[in-house]
């Protein structure tokens, strides 16, 4: 080897180490890497737990049917424990291990900070979780979800209150978090369109043990409904508590409330809560093999273990149109919409909200959440 060629042979292998080395810059280009980011840790890890569930499996069976344009996904996993200042440095994190896209966060309060992150890199980011409206009310283009408003929900929860519970005391409480704020007070506004008097308003602490200071309130003030917005572990806390104090009020609450975790801290005192969701996807008959795969691994596909992995759908369908991962070219096929998912066929509208069926009522019994009877 002369001189000359031995620059050469130098300046290549230089080269090759300044993008981590040739052998690994060719095994990226057969990958596409994607996450999903929410509470994997924390008071919160059960919906973590739905969105790790749903996503791996997303990730296996997309792949096992030949990937994104003949590339395998391979998927992050980002724990914000429903943080925001935690969301950002996850971000950041995914950001560095080149991910294109996001199925994430989970908590309202994390998505809206994360999502900035995101829009600076030019990464499409997919909430299944995320309902505060101040999400999608920014005009930025990256970031969408496949669940539903908490204008919707407190519009639906309203009604509901309203309709159902005539002549009764009503109480409103939240734990000061953006979602459960939001969603405090999107019900707020509607139950007083709808000349619904309340009886007392109040707010809590996240992540405590000890109600009993709101529970004495809303004894003393002879409240029949409680609203709650908030998570399922403080509304779980909330609903032994009330019952331990001889309360027989009745618990009304949104879609945070959708783990099994909730029946685990009330057990039978849990019994007649009701609560807001999407409707629940392991309804639909074309799902029922997919149900069934997650049953014989362990999970009853609960809460957001669909809406993750549909959100992943979405994604992969988008990028096979795109004929690649640029995302404003995902963001046009995004726009047209019609994509087929374990959710139904779903689109977006300008904002990035879904373009689906609303939300419904669900009633904690026998250990179970189902369709309200009422």
């Given at each position: 080897?002369?001189?000359?060629?031995?620059?050469?042979?130098?300046?290549?292998?230089?080269?090759?180490?300044?993008?981590?080395?040739?052998?690994?810059?060719?095994?990226?280009?057969?990958?596409?890497?994607?996450a999903?980011?929410?509470p994997?840790?924390?008071?919160?890890?059960s919906?973590?737990?739905?969105?790790?569930t749903?996503a791996?499996?997303?990730?296996?069976?997309?792949?096992?049917?030949?990937?994104v344009?003949?590339?395998?996904?391979?998927?992050?996993?980002g724990?914000?424990?429903?943080?925001?200042?935690q969301?950002?440095?996850?971000?950041?994190?995914?950001?560095n291990?080149?991910?294109?896209?996001?199925?994430?966060?989970?908590?309202?309060?994390s998505?809206?900070?994360a999502?900035?992150?995101?829009?600076s890199?030019?990464?499409?980011?997919?909430?299944?979780?995320?309902?505060?409206?101040?999400?999608?009310?920014?005009?930025?283009?990256?970031v969408?979800?496949?669940?539903?408003r908490?204008?919707?929900?407190?519009?639906?929860?309203?009604?509901?209150?309203?309709d159902?519970?005539?002549?009764k005391?009503?109480?409103?409480?939240?734990d000061?978090?953006?979602?459960?704020?939001?969603?405090a007070?999107?019900?707020?506004?509607?139950?007083?369109?709808?000349g619904v008097?309340?009886?007392?308003?109040?707010?809590?602490?996240?992540?405590?043990?000890?109600?009993?200071?709101?529970?004495?309130?809303?004894?003393?003030?002879?409240?029949?409904?409680?609203?709650?917005?908030?998570?399922?572990?403080?509304?779980?806390l909330?609903?032994?508590?009330?019952?331990e104090?001889g309360?027989?009020?009745?618990?009304?609450?949104?879609d945070?409330l959708?783990?099994?975790?909730?029946?685990?801290?009330?057990g039978?005192?849990?019994?007649?809560?009701?609560?807001?969701?999407?409707?629940?996807?392991?309804?639909?008959p074309?799902?029922?093999?997919?149900?069934?795969?997650?049953?014989?691994q362990?999970?009853?596909?609960?809460?957001?273990?669909?809406?993750?992995?549909?959100a992943?759908?979405?994604?992969?369908q988008?990028?096979?149109?795109?004929?690649?991962v640029d995302s404003a070219?995902?963001?046009?096929?995004?726009?047209?919409?019609?994509?087929?998912?374990?959710?139904?066929?779903?689109?977006?509208?300008?904002?990035?909200?879904?373009?689906?069926?609303?939300?419904?009522?669900?009633?904690w019994?026998?250990?179970?959440?189902?369709?309200?009877?009422?």
């Amino acid at each position: 080897m002369n001189l000359k060629t031995l620059s050469i042979f130098s300046l290549l292998a230089a080269a090759c180490l300044a993008v981590a080395g040739c052998d690994s810059q060719k095994s990226d280009s057969n990958v596409i890497v994607i996450a999903t980011a929410g509470p994997m840790t924390g008071q919160y890890a059960s919906f973590g737990e739905q969105m790790r569930t749903g996503a791996e499996q997303a990730v296996k069976d997309i792949n096992a049917a030949g990937g994104v344009l003949g590339k395998q996904l391979k998927l992050e996993i980002g724990d914000d424990q429903c943080d925001p200042k935690q969301a950002v440095a996850v971000a950041n994190q995914l950001v560095n291990k080149k991910v294109r896209f996001v199925a994430g966060h989970f908590c309202s309060g994390s998505s809206i900070p994360a999502s900035q992150v995101y829009q600076s890199e030019n990464i499409i980011m997919i909430s299944p979780g995320s309902t505060n409206p101040k999400l999608t009310e920014r005009g930025m283009g990256n970031v969408y979800r496949v669940c539903g408003r908490d204008d919707q929900q407190g519009k639906v929860a309203g009604d509901f209150i309203a309709d159902k519970f005539k002549g009764k005391r009503i109480a409103v409480v939240h734990d000061k978090q953006a979602y459960s704020q939001g969603l405090a007070e999107e019900t707020t506004k509607q139950l007083k369109k709808r000349g619904v008097e309340i009886a007392l308003t109040g707010t809590v602490t996240p992540k405590e043990k000890d109600y009993s200071a709101i529970v004495t309130r809303l004894k003393a003030n002879n409240i029949d409904i409680l609203f709650y917005g908030g998570y399922h572990a403080e509304a779980g806390l909330i609903v032994r508590q009330m019952r331990e104090q001889g309360l027989a009020t009745r618990m009304v609450s949104g879609d945070a409330l959708v783990t099994q975790e909730f029946w685990s801290i009330t057990g039978k005192l849990g019994e007649g809560t009701l609560m807001t969701f999407s409707p629940d996807p392991r309804k639909n008959p074309k799902v029922a093999p997919l149900v069934e795969t997650f049953k014989k691994q362990g999970s009853n596909a609960e809460g957001y273990t669909l809406y993750t992995y549909g959100a992943i759908q979405v994604f992969a369908q988008a990028a096979k149109r795109a004929g690649g991962v640029d995302s404003a070219k995902i963001r046009a096929e995004l726009a047209k919409g019609g994509f087929e998912t374990v959710l139904g066929t779903i689109g977006f509208d300008g904002k990035g909200d879904v373009t689906a069926p609303g939300y419904v009522f669900y009633e904690w019994n026998g250990g179970k959440y189902d369709y309200t009877k009422l």
